[in-house]
């Protein structure tokens, strides 16, 4: 069975999926999303949303759901792990409306995730399918296809463009013939969230008060904190560099000895954080940023699934939100799809390998040691907090095509 020739066909219902569902829905396409998994968990963790993804949000008709459950912080907040002492601030609240014209959010994964959801349901224009992995495409024929396995047998869909929305581990990725697969890159993520009346949260939040997001800089470690779930929870996400790479996935059951190790000589109320709870290691594997993005014939990746990014610049969510409203807004209704496809490549790849750039020197400043972390210390002491916003004009202020 073939369906409709000039629906949009994306893999994977995640973040990128979804926003991509949306953008191209509210510009009068038919859209059919295909996930691999039964059921659709409400699992993840925390995500910041700067500007940049909350304008966005707000035009595919999800940012007013989320806010109900996000945290708005008043700014981001840099300290030493070991003193707590404040170095560096970025002041967010009203003031990141009024510079960068929407909101700065953090909120747990899964409220997003159902905001998305919620607002794909309303939209009759998109279909939604689950238990439905691609298990081959063509980019041979006359339009683009994909093969569904389902319970009730394989089928065959084509459509004006395949969207691959499926992740780091993309499948649609490897079908293509795509180079570049995933590589570990050495980092681990410690994640966990607490209970904000929690001994141990109520401890931080005495030793660092203010509704923030806080990042916790130490020699070859740092951690980020902020309230989730309408401040009911923190969510919490410590780094650390390892010589043993992890397998393939998103989380482990860590070994907090590694954690306790590296957070050695943080002050007692983070320090503590190690061994109060449990948490889950995520290894941290990048793509291949010179890697193809796009065929010409009708296919195109988006989110991690074509530029999966160290966490370092906190934009690995807004980066996929951006990817699906600027892809939309090149490919609908254009006459020439290989010259739009051809045209978003380039623009994203600028903007993304810009935000990879950025990470890697967060990375290497937060880590910092010794003389080069006093030096990290005496510049942004030095710094104004407008002057620090200024620095994220380019990023949080950026407006793609509408």
Same mark, same amino acid.
């Given at each position: 069975?073939?369906?409709?020739?000039?629906?949009?066909?994306?893999?994977?219902?995640?973040?990128?999926?979804?926003?991509?569902? !949306?953008?191209?829905?509210? $510009?009068?396409?038919?859209? @059919?999303?295909?996930?691999?998994?039964?059921? +659709? *968990?409400?699992?993840? #963790?925390?995500?910041?949303?700067?500007? /940049?993804?909350?304008?966005?949000?707000?035009?595919?008709?999800? !940012?007013?759901?989320?806010? *109900?459950?996000?945290?708005?912080?008043? &700014?981001?907040?840099?300290?030493?792990?070991?003193?707590?002492?404040?170095?560096?601030?970025?002041?967010?609240?009203?003031?990141?409306?009024?510079?960068?014209?929407?909101?700065?959010?953090?909120?747990?994964?899964?409220?997003?995730?159902?905001?998305?959801?919620?607002?794909?349901?309303?939209?009759?224009?998109? =279909?939604?399918?689950?238990?439905?992995?691609?298990?081959?495409?063509?980019?041979?024929?006359?339009?683009?296809?994909?093969?569904?396995?389902?319970?009730?047998?394989?089928?065959?869909?084509?459509?004006?463009?395949?969207?691959?929305?499926?992740?780091?581990?993309?499948?649609?990725?490897?079908?293509?013939? =795509?180079?570049?697969?995933? $590589?570990?890159?050495? @980092?681990?993520?410690?994640?966990?969230?607490?209970?904000?009346?929690?001994?141990?949260? @109520?401890?931080?939040?005495?030793?660092?008060?203010?509704?923030?997001?806080?990042?916790?800089?130490?020699?070859?470690?740092?951690?980020?904190?902020?309230?989730?779930?309408?401040? =009911?929870?923190?969510? +919490?996400?410590?780094?650390?560099?390892?010589?043993?790479?992890?397998?393939?996935?998103?989380?482990?059951?860590? @070994?907090?000895?590694?954690?306790?190790?590296?957070?050695?000589?943080?002050?007692?109320?983070? %320090? #503590? +954080? %190690?061994?109060?709870?449990?948490?889950?290691?995520?290894?941290?594997?990048?793509?291949? !940023?010179?890697?193809?993005?796009?065929?010409?014939?009708?296919?195109?990746?988006?989110?991690?699934?074509?530029?999966?990014?160290?966490?370092?610049? #906190?934009?690995?969510?807004?980066?996929?939100?951006?990817?699906?409203?600027?892809?939309?807004?090149?490919?609908?209704?254009?006459?020439?799809?290989? &010259?739009?496809?051809?045209?978003?490549?380039?623009?994203? $790849?600028?903007?993304?390998? =810009?935000?990879?750039?950025?990470?890697?020197? /967060?990375?290497?400043?937060?880590?910092?040691?010794?003389?080069? &972390?006093?030096?990290?210390?005496?510049?942004?002491?030095?710094?104004?907090? *407008?002057?620090?916003?200024?620095?994220?004009?380019?990023?949080?202020?950026?407006?793609?095509?509408?």
């Amino acid at each position: 069975m073939i369906a409709k020739a000039q629906s949009i066909l994306i893999a994977g219902a995640g973040i990128a999926g979804l926003s991509a569902a !949306l953008a191209f829905a509210r $510009r009068g396409a038919d859209v @059919q999303i295909f996930e691999r998994a039964e059921k +659709l *968990e409400e699992v993840g #963790a925390g995500l910041q949303l700067s500007p /940049n993804a909350t304008r966005f949000l707000s035009r595919i008709g999800v !940012l007013d759901e989320l806010m *109900e459950t996000a945290v708005e912080p008043d &700014a981001i907040v840099l300290r030493r792990a070991d003193t707590l002492r404040e170095i560096g601030r970025v002041p967010l609240g009203q003031a990141a409306r009024a510079r960068w014209g929407s909101p700065y959010l953090v909120s747990h994964r899964a409220d997003l995730q159902r905001a998305l959801l919620n607002a794909v349901a309303r939209q009759s224009s998109i =279909k939604l399918s689950t238990n439905a992995p691609v298990s081959d495409i063509d980019l041979e024929s006359d339009a683009p296809r994909i093969a569904v396995g389902r319970h009730d047998g394989e089928r065959d869909v084509s459509g004006r463009l395949i969207v691959g929305a499926d992740g780091v581990w993309s499948t649609i990725r490897a079908l293509s013939g =795509k180079v570049g697969e995933s $590589r570990f890159v050495g @980092q681990i993520a410690w994640r966990r969230t607490m209970a904000t009346d929690s001994p141990a949260a @109520q401890a931080l939040l005495a030793a660092c008060p203010g509704r923030c997001v806080t990042a916790f800089l130490h020699p070859g470690f740092h951690m980020i904190a902020y309230p989730v779930r309408g401040g =009911k929870a923190i969510n +919490l996400a410590a780094f650390t560099p390892t010589r043993v790479e992890m397998s393939t996935g998103w989380s482990h059951e860590g @070994q907090t000895s590694k954690l306790q190790k590296a957070m050695y000589g943080t002050a007692p109320a983070v %320090a #503590a +954080l %190690a061994t109060d709870g449990d948490w889950l290691a995520w290894p941290i594997h990048v793509a291949d !940023l010179d890697a193809p993005w796009s065929a010409p014939v009708g296919l195109a990746l988006i989110g991690d699934a074509a530029h999966a990014m160290t966490p370092f610049a #906190a934009q690995g969510a807004a980066m996929a939100i951006e990817d699906a409203e600027t892809l939309a807004a090149r490919t609908v209704d254009t006459p020439d799809l290989a &010259a739009a496809l051809h045209t978003w490549t380039v623009e994203r $790849r600028r903007r993304v390998l =810009k935000v990879a750039r950025r990470g890697a020197f /967060n990375h290497f400043a937060w880590h910092a040691w010794g003389p080069a &972390a006093t030096a990290r210390d005496l510049v942004l002491k030095m710094r104004s907090p *407008e002057s620090l916003m200024a620095d994220m004009d380019w990023l949080y202020g950026w407006d793609g095509p509408i």
